[in-house]
Nanobody
Framework: QVQLVESGGDLVQPGGSLRLSCAASGSIFSINTMGWYRQAPGKERELVAEITSGGRTNYADSVKGRFTISRDNLKNTVSLQMSSLKPEDTAVYYC???????????????WGQGTQVTVSS
């Protein structure tokens, strides 16, 4: 079984910065794509940023230039550095791992439990 555990969510003032981290554990052989999604109250879950094992990144237009995603393939971790935060960034942020291969074969897609980010003065 694969588990994703997020950390770093907090209350931050507008214009502030925050770093989210996620660690994947289990009998993992490889992970194709790791990323972050978010869901605000009353809204659908949306992609924030993702990164492949080769380092290719994809960002939502709303966070380009403000957020930076990075990962450590050896440690199976992914981080999201968020700066110039806005109230509209308030949401539960979920870690995601796609294309996961475990010791027994293809494992599929996994989600973390979510971490709350609140941007407010």
């Amino acid at each position: 079984q694969v588990q994703l555990v997020e950390s770093g969510g907090d209350l931050v003032q507008p214009g502030g910065s925050l770093r989210l981290s996620c660690a994947a554990s289990g009998s993992i052989f490889s992970i194709n794509t790791m990323g972050w999604y978010r869901q605000a109250p009353g809204k659908e879950r949306e992609l924030v940023a993702e990164i492949t094992s080769g380092g290719r990144t994809n960002y939502a237009d709303s966070v380009k230039g403000r957020f930076t995603i990075s990962r450590d393939n050896l440690k199976n971790t992914v981080s999201l550095q968020m700066s110039s935060l806005k109230p509209e960034d308030t949401a539960v942020y979920y870690c995601n791992a796609k294309g996961v291969y475990v010791s027994s074969g293809y494992g599929g897609t996994y989600w973390g439990q979510g971490t709350q980010v609140t941007v407010s003065s």
